[in-house]
């Protein structure tokens, strides 16, 4: 069930990175959610520039970004890395437009919001041009624990992620898929783009560990969690992992209330009235979130939900599987442009 209403006028819509991972689903959602476009300008690296990329019934030929691509552009779509956004963030709002970003550039910057329009849609109205689309992670696990915790708040969650290629850009999945050919063949294989071979394989998620021991990704997913609920009152403690899984990423969930948990009738009734979230759960048949069955799919699929009998009626373990290309980065960015 989504609950988001495209805009009523036409925008001129930019994408950088409209080659990408990423950018390649922004013009997906811009089509499935039939958002009004004037003009859609589709920028990425002089090494693209000259191709074309289909959009609706036509063929859109890719630029190359320079700072003059946002004349006349409303809204910009950037996916395209950290490095590029800070770089090109001054033109953007120069130019008038609203950047709203894929990458970790502006998440924790104090005055640019960060946003899960199913959970903060408030906290848009106070930008400065520019609004932070947060880890994929984040919004993934916030999209299953905010629903509970809005009706019975939570004291501590503890999760343990199952990440796919797909959040590595392109050249992870296609690494996933040669990795798994030559494992497969008995050829030997060099990694180029994960730090390990990837086929037949999971290790620690491939960012910086600090001298807390967490990765960067653990503590995104902590600090960001802060930041959207405004609050330090839910404590996050995360192992993120990468697992040899071409898109969408599940995590397990382990989540202790303040006060009681809700049962799972109630679980089942918070979840149905939330947009975004679908109940896949159905111990009969054994089947529950799966990646594969949560690709393509704009919901995040939520089961495996069961009582933690450690934690004295307090306690709630579940799972969930979203789209990282999708509700993790560009569904959830183009919802936030329909906020605007
Ligand atoms: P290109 O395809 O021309 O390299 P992914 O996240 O899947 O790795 O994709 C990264 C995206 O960022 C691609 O669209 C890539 O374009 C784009 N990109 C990389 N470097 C630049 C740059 N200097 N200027 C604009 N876009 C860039």
């Not at 579940?318 to 789209?323: M, P």
């Amino acid at each position: 069930m989504q609950s988001i209403k495209v805009p009523t006028s036409a925008k001129s819509v930019a994408i950088a990175g409209a080659t990408g991972a990423v950018g390649l689903e922004f013009m997906s959602v811009l089509e499935k959610m039939n958002f009004p476009i004037k003009e859609l300008k589709l920028l990425a690296s002089k090494r693209s520039a000259g191709s074309k990329l289909k959009f609706r019934d036509e063929e859109i030929v890719v630029q190359e970004m320079t700072k003059d691509s946002f004349k006349g552009v409303d809204i910009a779509l950037f996916s395209a890395g950290s490095s590029i956004s800070k770089e090109y963030e001054q033109a953007v709002v120069d130019a008038g437009a609203v950047l709203i970003d894929n990458s970790s550039a502006f998440r924790m910057r104090e005055g640019t919001p960060l946003i899960v329009p199913e959970i903060n849609p408030q906290d848009s109205r106070n930008h400065s041009g520019t609004i932070a689309n947060p880890n994929c992670s984040t919004i993934i696990f916030l999209m299953a624990v905010y629903p509970l915790h809005r009706a019975y708040p939570v004291k501590r969650a503890v999760v343990s992620t199952y990440q796919a290629a797909s959040g590595a850009g392109w050249a992870a999945m296609e690494e996933l898929k040669n990795s798994t050919r030559a494992a497969l063949d008995s050829k030997p294989f060099t990694p180029q783009k994960m730090p390990y071979p990837y086929g037949f394989n999971l290790f620690s998620h491939n960012s910086a560990i600090d001298e807390s021991g967490y990765n960067e990704e653990e503590r995104k997913m902590i600090k960001e969690t802060e930041k959207i609920l405004h609050s330090t009152d839910l404590t996050v403690t995360a192992t993120c992992v990468r697992v040899p899984v071409l898109r969408a990423h599940c995590e397990s969930i382990n989540l202790e209330f303040s006060d009681r948990a809700p049962n799972l009738a109630e679980a089942r009734e918070l979840y149905a009235a939330f947009p975004g979230i679908r109940v896949v759960d159905d111990r009969e048949k054994n089947h529950f979130p799966m990646p594969l069955e949560a690709s393509g799919e704009f919901d995040c699929l939520v089961g495996r939900l069961r009582e933690d009998k450690t934690l004295n009626s307090k306690g709630l373990n579940l799972f969930v599987a979203g789209d990282q290309l999708l509700k993790g980065a560009a569904l959830n960015a183009v919802q936030i442009a329909c906020l605007l």
